[in-house]
């Protein structure tokens, strides 16, 4: 007989419920990982995606930036690499300038811009100038390269006017 209560003394033993501070454990760690997650969501949000953002303007008013002087260009019309002259490049460009006293210079120096951008454009591929990406790209490259022979800062951004490829 008594054997038969430490058998069922064995039984109440084992039905016992499982402890409670390992769930509760499972909780604060939850808890504490979305609040960390929700934090670095507010954060992000606040300083990256937020669209109300302002702009240092008190007024509500959108800033504009201002255009500086432009100098265009003759139109450039170059083959592309790797298409054995079956594709080609229609380029109208115009500079942006830093001052406007830089366009006699740019006048004095066409032959080396224009030999400068000629060079660079039929070195690319139709894959380079097919996306955004390679047109942003393109630009920047226009920009660093004119600017290495002027003074740097000279050209601040380059704009097409025109860009067919066929």
């Known amino acids: ?13 084992e039905e016992a419920p499982p402890e409670k501070g390992s769930s509760i454990k499972w909780i604060v760690i939850a808890i504490v990982v979305l609040l960390v997650l929700g934090g670095g969501g507010f954060v992000s949000w606040k300083t990256f995606l ?20 432009t100098f265009p260009l003759d139109v450039f019309i170059v083959n592309l690499a790797g298409t054995s002259g079956e594709r080609y490049l229609k380029v109208n460009l115009e ?3 830093k001052e406007s006293s ?3 210079e ?3 120096r066409s032959p080396q811009i224009r030999d400068t951008i000629l ?5 690319k591929t139709f894959e380079d100038v097919a996306t955004f990406k390679g047109k ?12 290495a022979f002027l003074e740097p800062g000279s ?4 704009y097409f006017t025109e860009f067919v490829v066929q």
């Open 95 to 97: 500079l942006e300038l």
């Open 106 to 108: 740019l006048e004095k």
């Open 1 to 13: 007989m008594a054997e038969k209560e430490k058998g069922k003394e064995k039984e109440k033993v």
């Open 102 to 104: 830089l366009a006699a």
């Open 155 to 158: 050209i601040k951004k380059v």
């Open 50 to 69: 937020n669209p109300a953002q302002e702009d240092g303007n008190k007024e509500g008013k959108p800033v504009r930036v201002q255009l500086g002087p």
């Open 136 to 147: 942003t790209r393109i630009r920047n490259e226009i920009t660093a390269r004119l600017n």
């Open 119 to 123: 060079l660079l454009l039929s070195g």
